[in-house]
């Protein structure tokens, strides 16, 4: 069984930072695509940035230049750095994978996520 599990959310005023971690554990093979996706209350869940196994990444445009994903496939953990923070970046920021438990197939998973609060 694949676990998924965030960490690093909490409250921060606008302007500031907050870095996410998600860890991956259990049955791996290997971890295609990672990617983390937030919603906000009321919202659709929303797609914030993703990075392959390689490192290319790519990002909503409502966080370029601000977010950073990056990952440490020895870990079969990702990461989130946010600056910058805006009110409107409030949400519960979910974790997804594509995982490997074997060499032919794949199942997607996501975490429980992981609140994010920015005041103003």
């Known amino acids: 069984q694949v676990q998924l599990v965030e960490s690093g959310g909490g409250l921060v005023q606008a302007g500031g930072s907050l870095r996410l971690s998600c860890a991956a554990s259990g049955s791996i093979f290997r971890i295609d695509a990672m990617a983390w996706y937030r919603q906000a209350p009321g919202n659709e869940r929303e797609l914030v940035a993703t990075?392959?196994?390689?490192?290319?990444?790519n990002y909503a445009d409502s966080v370029k230049g601000r977010f950073t994903v990056s990952r440490d496939n020895a870990k079969n953990t990702v990461y989130l750095q946010m600056n910058s923070l805006k009110p409107e970046d409030t949400a519960v920021y979910y974790c997804?994978?594509?995982?490997?438990?074997?060499?032919?197939?794949?199942?997607?998973?996501w975490g429980e996520g992981t609140l994010v609060t920015v005041s103003s």
């Open positions: 990075i392959t196994h390689s490192g290319t990444t």
């Open positions: 997804n994978a594509e995982i490997y438990s074997n060499w032919y197939a794949s199942m997607n998973y």
